[in-house]
């Protein structure tokens, strides 16, 4: 009888590199004329917003600009000033030469080094670098061997579980708000935000989704360095088109600030208008199970068996928790006055955390302060922080896509020392990689020599943890035939067994 050999084709999401990129840091900021002069810089911030993410050609090209933040004190009254200039870049990194579709790109990095200084009262000279870390996953199809039948073939089948990207999109959306001060600010200092995802629905091919921007706008009223702080929530509602959705897709949305302005009313009575700019990931999967020949032999032929290795992802963990961290240390000044703090974030990286894997994340805390000689300070504490999940395996065996963000810091001194505590939001995917040896092509050619008349039984003596195919597959015979001569159940030996070897009729 001809051996039939039945095909399908796997679809399912992998990754396909991870890159890393350096981004020149190289700039002159002028300080406009309605800013105070310098005195003396305090501190500067560099901060990455990618716009756009392209793939083509073999290649993923990110476009955006690093938004570079400089704090400095005033000449002439010490008043906490700040200016920012926005550094664009085009970045490129090569990808493998592999088909692939529905490509999900995620980028995060942090500053390697940075030198900032003021070459004179109006002229701010800022050089460094920020390391970018790229990883590019896609769908990726491959055929795979379902089931045989025929010129006695026996077979071990698997079941394979995975995830298939249905969307991985990034869009940039917007939202307005009314903004009214206790006081009319003198000075804006800074406008961040933290996003929030409170409701995803995937209704006949659209994703809605809802949720809020909390913006934090940090000013001052007068001359000086003491600061206030507003808060206000920016809701959101945006629609997204996504084909290809079905009732059992699995969807995750996270929403990441990437630009915040306040804009100030056209006369004393009118209201001033904070308007958010945001990038919302949303990333929809869809699980995959398949049954794929793993081995395979003939009672019959001499059977030519090549095996391959098929590349499938599944979702480890999902993130949305927030941690508490402290940082701390002596002040450089101990009669210094705290100001302010802010907390810069690292990517997350797995890490051993005894025989599992946890993802830790570094961070810097940078607090202001007004030394006793008059001048503002920046004191930088580094610290690190742990989430709870645990996972189990390599670390190169995993995927992640995470957005920590800062929620809230707060500082305090105690006599010499600070403290601070920094409360930090984190989203995400976490993805397992898997590589599973199936079975490639078959081929029967030549029968077996004919058994010898005179062997009439064969006893073997089995090991725990052996597997009844294996054991038939050395002696080509049916492994259903050894599992009723040996009235098992079960393929998996648990125990020592002596087995019967029953002969092919």
């Known amino acids: 009888m001809e051996l039939k050999v039945f095909k399908d084709t796997l679809s399912t999401i992998s990754s396909l590199c991870e890159a890393k990129a350096e981004l020149p840091i190289e700039t002159e900021i002028l300080i406009p004329d309605y800013l105070p002069q310098v005195f003396k810089i305090v501190k500067c911030f560099v901060h990455p917003v990618i716009l756009q993410k392209q793939v083509s050609a073999g290649r993923c090209t990110l476009d955006g600009y690093l938004r570079c933040v400089v704090f400095y004190q005033a000449e002439n009254d010490a008043s906490l000033c700040q200016t920012e200039q926005k550094l664009p870049f085009t970045k490129s990194v090569d990808l493998p030469a592999a088909e692939a579709q529905g490509y999900s790109v995620h980028a995060a990095g942090d500053v390697e080094y940075l030198n900032c200084r003021a070459v004179n009262q109006r002229r701010v000279d800022v050089r460094g670098a920020y390391a970018l870390t790229v990883s590019v996953a896609g769908g990726i199809e ?84 003491h600061t206030q702080l507003l808060k206000k929530a920016v809701p959101f ?11 059992d897709c699995q969807c995750f949305a996270m929403v990441e600030p990437v630009g915040c302005t306040m804009l100030a009313g056209s006369s004393p009575d009118a209201a001033n208008v904070l308007s958010v700019t945001a990038m919302l990931h949303l990333r929809v999967l869809r699980p995959v ?123 305090r001194k105690n006599g010499g ?70 009235h098992l159940e079960s393929p998996e030996l648990g125990e020592d067994a002596r087995l019967l070897v029953p002969m092919n009729t």
Not at 452 to 465: F, N, S
């Open 142 to 225: 491959q055929e795979v061997i379902t089931a045989l039948s025929g010129a006695g073939a026996e077979q071990k089948l698997v079941t394979l579980c995975g995830m298939r990207g249905v969307a991985g999109i990034e869009k940039l959306i917007t939202a307005e708000e009314e903004l009214a001060f206790p006081q009319p600010p003198l000075a804006v200092l800074d406008v961040s935000g933290v996003g929030t995802v409170q409701d995803v629905k995937l209704i006949s091919g659209k994703a809605v989704v809802k949720g809020e921007v909390m913006a934090s706008v940090l000013y001052r009223t007068e001359a000086g360095y």
């Open 417 to 486: 020392e600070m403290a601070a505590s920094v409360s930090i939001r984190v989203c995400g995917l976490v993805m397992e990689r898997q590589k599973e040896t199936v079975v490639d092509s078959v081929a029967c050619e030549q029968p077996h020599e004919p058994e010898d008349p005179a062997v009439a039984l064969r006893i073997y003596y089995a090991g725990a943890g052996e597997n009844v195919f294996d054991i038939a597959k050395r002696y080509h015979v049916s492994p259903g035939g050894m599992l009723k001569a040996n």
């Open 289 to 411: 199970e398949c049954c794929v020949v793993s081995d395979a032999f003939s009672t019959q032929y001499e059977a030519d068996v090549a095996y391959k290795a098929v590349c499938l992802e599944r979702l480890a963990g999902e993130l949305d928790l927030t941690v508490e961290a402290q940082a701390g240390g002596a002040l450089p000044d101990e009669n210094a006055e705290i100001l302010q703090c802010f907390a810069s974030l690292a990517p997350l990286e797995l890490v051993s955390a005894g025989e599992q894997l946890a993802l830790r994340g570094r961070a810097t805390a940078h607090v202001f302060c007004m030394n006793s000689l008059g001048e503002i300070d920046c004191y930088d504490k580094s610290f690190e922080y742990t989430l709870p999940e645990r996972y189990a395996g390599a670390a190169e065996n995993y995927r992640v896509e995470c957005w920590p963000t800062v929620l809230e810091v707060q500082s």
């Open 237 to 247: 509602n945006q629609i997204v088109d996504v084909e290809g959705i079905t009732e």
